[in-house]
């Protein structure tokens, strides 16, 4: 196999010195936080997109027409603007960052802020001061992630998409050599003292999980019935057209579905100073997506099916955002993996392995014997050097070879392979919590009670249930995921292991004791179980439906 082709068609990817762009796309890096993971998807999603110089497009997702022209057109890349909000930052997160963090700039913009807010408080029964401090704790409570960063760089948990504000960074360095005495003068050259387009934090993982669902919808000529038929899919989520109006809804659903005060609150502290709320949006520029590989549309198919189930059950504002963030680093996790095993050049294995090829052997956290344990650590391995190998492809690196001046390819490769290969694959899986233990050797893959939720909420239908088996191969066929069964010996054989039982459970199934636990299991009779979703499906009017 040559290089991946890019979506949407770029010469950038002829340039690049990086194998694991080259690869994966632009880009997944070990430096974005889940939680950013997440808040740079949805920021994309509902901020002003254009495809080109076409737009804006203010739905969630491009319209199918819309997205199939794109997928014609050379160099024609997704913009997007993203709101910046320093007021409401500095509000909420002067007080929560480093102490030498803080300009003195920032410090006496924030007591202004402060002045400001109280002299429009009206209260019977508090003092303004003191509804400053709770309203400032309460936002306060939003922080996400950056906790060691400057307040600009932080970012809000969105549980509003009010919430979701473009990077910025403080220029420390700048500031330094050219100093400034009044908070207008760094709003006057914003662009000197402020970066908002390096993409530190939010670095792109988000645009490319975006970029994989435009990438998927664009071509209707792709065969996804082969694929749809290992998944035991409906005929809605077979045809894209249901699909991408599936998506469509669920994702407006989640925008609709807001916190009304909470959204007043946030508007009213960013039009504490309403001078810098304008000048700050009239110098924004639109941020650029990049591209991610064109033959990842199955693991595109895959994640939208999964959030479309997500986004159409009935659940609790901030389970859905913790469910819908599980989801987006899997599908990470699982892009890796794919698009590894396309360009590895590996032997053939034994086992099948998952519907796109790979196989996750998991264990319990306590208890697993010392076979089970072994077996998992060496799939973990297999794992490693399948994303290894993939980035060590010759078609690769013969780009790399032209495009990386004065660095050395083993330098090169160090560094792909730690910030975006088989060790962000490791990082990332232990932030998740799925990779046990945090430090020392022997990684392995474990089932959390979280992971288990989503499983269930993921590849069973809002409101349906299956059989125990069902499930088991569910899971299996979506991810990867190997408990227990010919599913487990399947991925033993995958990973180059002998397969026998002594990797079978002992004593019980552990895994039908953690179903059981999270009340997803019923029991029919001793030979026959069911795991259920319990949660509703609410249809595009609101109704609820069993």
């Known amino acids: 196999m040559g290089l991946p082709n890019p979506f949407p068609r770029t010469q950038k990817i002829c340039k690049s010195a990086n194998p694991a762009f080259i690869l994966f796309g632009s880009r997944f890096f070990a430096d974005q936080t ?40 050379d160099e024609e890349q997704l913009h997007y603007t993203p709101p910046i909000k320093l007021n409401l930052k500095l509000f909420a997160l002067l007080c929560a960052s480093p102490l030498d963090s803080r300009h003195r700039v920032h410090e006496k913009q924030y007591s202004n802020l402060i002045t400001n807010f109280i002299s429009r408080v009206r209260s019977t029964t508090e003092k303004p001061e003191e509804v400053r401090e709770w309203i400032e704790d309460f936002l306060m409570g939003f922080q996400g992630a950056g906790f ?49 387009s390096r993409h530190r934090f939010l670095a792109r993982g988000g645009e ?54 909470l959204d007043k609150l946030v508007d009213f502290i960013e039009n504490l100073d309403p001078e810098t709320k304008w000048k700050v949006n009239r110098k924004k520029s639109k941020l650029t997506c990049e591209w991610c590989p064109e033959e990842s549309w199955p693991e595109a198919y895959l994640f939208a099916v999964e959030t479309s189930r997500i986004l159409g059950a009935i659940l609790d504002p901030v389970e859905r955002l913790e469910l819908l963030q ?8 699982r892009s890796l993996c794919a698009q590894s095993l396309r360009y590895a050049d590996l032997i053939p ?18 208890g697993c014997t010392r076979q089970q344990r072994l077996a998992s650590c060496q799939n973990v391995q297999i794992i490693f050097r399948l994303i290894q190998r993939a980035l060590n ?55 959390t009670d979280k992971l288990l939720r ?7 239908p809002p409101g349906e249930s299956c059989e125990y088996q069902d499930f ?29 039982s002594s990797v079978q459970p002992d004593n019980g199934s552990w895994f039908t004791q953690m179903l059981r636990a999270g009340g997803f299991l019923v029991e029919l009779s001793d030979g026959c179980s069911i795991v259920q979703n319990p949660f509703s499906l609410q249809d595009s009017k609101g109704v609820v439906t069993a």
């Open 326 to 333: 599980i989801g987006c680093v899997l599908q990470v996790l």
């Open 208 to 261: 490319l999980l975006y970029l994989q669902l435009c990438n998927l919808f664009s071509n209707p000529e792709r065969d996804i019935e082969s694929l749809a038929k290992k998944l035991e899919l409906s005929n809605d989520e077979l045809n894209y057209g249901t699909l991408h109006e599936r998506l469509l809804t669920g994702l407006n659903k989640l925008k609709t579905m807001q916190f009304a005060s």
């Open 148 to 196: 060691d960063r400057t307040w600009c760089a932080q970012t809000f948990y969105p549980i509003s998409t009010n919430l979701l504000t473009q990077e910025t960074i403080w220029n420390h360095t700048v500031a330094k050599s050219k100093p400034i005495l009044d908070w207008q003068d760094s709003i006057n050259e914003f662009k000197t003292y402020y970066t908002v």
């Open 393 to 447: 492809n010759k078609n690769i690196l013969s780009i790399v070879n032209e495009n990386r001046e004065n660095r050395t390819m083993a330098a090169v490769l160090r560094e792909a392979e730690t910030r975006y290969g088989h060790k962000y694959f490791n990082l990332l899986g232990k932030r998740l919590g799925i990779i046990y233990p945090w430090k020392g050797a022997e990684p392995r893959f474990i089932l």
């Open 454 to 460: 989503y499983l269930v909420l993921s590849v069973i």
């Open 472 to 500: 088991k191969r569910k899971i299996y066929m979506h991810y990867g995921i190997a408990v227990e069964g010919e599913e487990l010996l399947d991925a033993v054989s995958w990973s180059g292991l002998p397969v026998n």
């Open 349 to 366: 294995r034994q086992g099948e392995g998952s519907a796109l090829g790979y196989a996750w052997i998991f264990t319990p956290l306590d």
């Open 34 to 73: 889940i939680l950013e993971l997440l808040a740079e998807f949805l920021s994309v999603t509902f901020s002003d997109k254009w495809i080109g110089s076409k737009g804006p497009i203010t739905d969630p997702l491009p319209s199918l027409s819309e997205l199939r022209g794109w997928a014609s057109a």
